[in-house]
C-alpha cells in the first residue's frame, strides 16, 4: 500500500514538468515531507473546459482519500487511499473513475515500513523507510479521482464540491520489494498522456499502461521513527539513521 509519501516541489515546477495550467489561484499547498490521508495533494488531470469545452490539463488540489460520487459521508475516503491496480477497473466504488477520471500524484517518494521484533529489551516496534528514484526525479503515481458533494449539504441548499482521489498500487519490485509487497504504481513518461485522456475509455487499453511498476530505479534508506506521526514534517525525515538505535 502507500499510507504515506514526500511532495515538496513547487507548484509552478511540477506545472512544467507535466504540461499542465498552474492551480487555481485559491489553492495553495505547502511541501510537505509526510502527506498523510486526508490531506489535500497535488494531482494533474485533464477535464473539458466548462466555457469552451476545450481538454485542458491541470494541477489542483484533491483530497487524498476517494469518495464515489453515491457516497453518504466524506469519511469513506478515510479507507479509500488506495486501490489495487489489479481489480480497480472492476470494482463499483473506482471503476467509474478508472474509464474516465484518471490522474497523476506528484511525489518525491514514499514511506513503507517492516515490523522489527522485540530484542534486548527493546519492544517491537515499526521501521520507516525512505523509498526513492535513485536519480531524484519526481514519481508520478497513477490515480484516479471522483467529485463528491455532501447530500446533506446540498438538501441544506450549499453546493460546495470536494474533489477526491486514490492512488494505485502494485506489487512491489526493486528496493521497494524488500521493505513491503506493495507499492505505488508510476506511470511511464510515454503513456501520460494517454492515460490522463478522459477520451480513452476501454479498460484493456487503460489497463495496458499500467505494466511498469516503476520507471526508474529505486532506492530505500531507514529513517527516524519520528515519521509514524502524521504530525510530524520537516526535511529532516529523510534523514538516514542508524536501524540499531532508531526507536
Same mark, same amino acid.
Given at each position: 500500500?502507500?499510507?504515506?509519501? !514526500?511532495? /515538496? #516541489? ?10 499542465? %495550467? ?15 490521508? /486526508?490531506?489535500? !495533494? ?15 490539463? /491541470? ?7 476517494? +469518495? ?33 477520471? #484518471?490522474?497523476?500524484?506528484?511525489? %518525491? ?18 521501521? *520507516?523507510?525512505?523509498?526513492? *528514484? ?29 474533489? /477526491? ?13 524488500? +521493505? ?11 503513456? !501520460? ?25 529505486? %532506492? ?28
Amino acid at each position: 500500500m502507500c499510507g504515506r509519501y !514526500v511532495s /515538496t #516541489r513547487k507548484p509552478e515546477d511540477l506545472g512544467a514538468l507535466f504540461r499542465a %495550467d498552474p492551480p487555481p489561484p485559491d489553492q495553495a499547498l505547502p511541501p510537505s515531507w509526510n502527506v498523510a490521508p /486526508t490531506q489535500d !495533494v497535488w494531482a494533474v488531470l485533464e477535464r473539458a473546459d466548462r466555457s469552451t469545452g476545450e481538454i485542458r490539463r /491541470t494541477l489542483r488540489a484533491a483530497r487524498w482519500g476517494l +469518495v464515489p460520487s453515491w457516497a453518504k459521508d466524506l469519511s469513506v475516503g478515510n479507507k479509500m487511499i488506495n486501490a489495487r491496480a489489479e481489480t480497480a477497473h472492476e470494482k463499483p466504488a473506482y471503476r467509474r473513475a478508472f474509464a474516465a477520471r #484518471r490522474c497523476l500524484v506528484p511525489a %518525491d517518494g514514499f514511506y513503507e515500513w517492516t515490523a522489527v521484533p522485540a530484542r534486548d529489551g527493546r519492544k517491537a516496534y515499526k521501521q *520507516p523507510y525512505f523509498i526513492h *528514484p535513485d536519480d531524484g526525479r519526481v514519481m508520478a503515481f497513477a490515480g484516479l479521482y471522483e467529485f463528491w458533494r455532501d447530500p446533506k449539504a446540498e438538501d441544506a441548499g450549499s453546493a460546495e464540491w470536494w474533489t /477526491t482521489c486514490t492512488i494505485l498500487t502494485t506489487e512491489a519490485t526493486d528496493a521497494a520489494g524488500r +521493505v513491503h509487497p506493495r507499492m505505488p504504481l508510476t506511470v511511464a513518461p510515454g503513456d !501520460v498522456d494517454a492515460w490522463l485522456d478522459p477520451a480513452l475509455d476501454d479498460p484493456d487499453e487503460i489497463r495496458s499502461l499500467l505494466a511498469d511498476p516503476a520507471a526508474r530505479a529505486l %532506492d530505500a534508506r531507514p529513517v527516524s521513527t519520528e515519521v509514524n506521526r502524521p504530525s510530524a514534517n520537516g526535511a529532516h525525515l529523510l534523514d538516514a539513521v542508524d536501524t540499531d538505535t532508531d526507536a
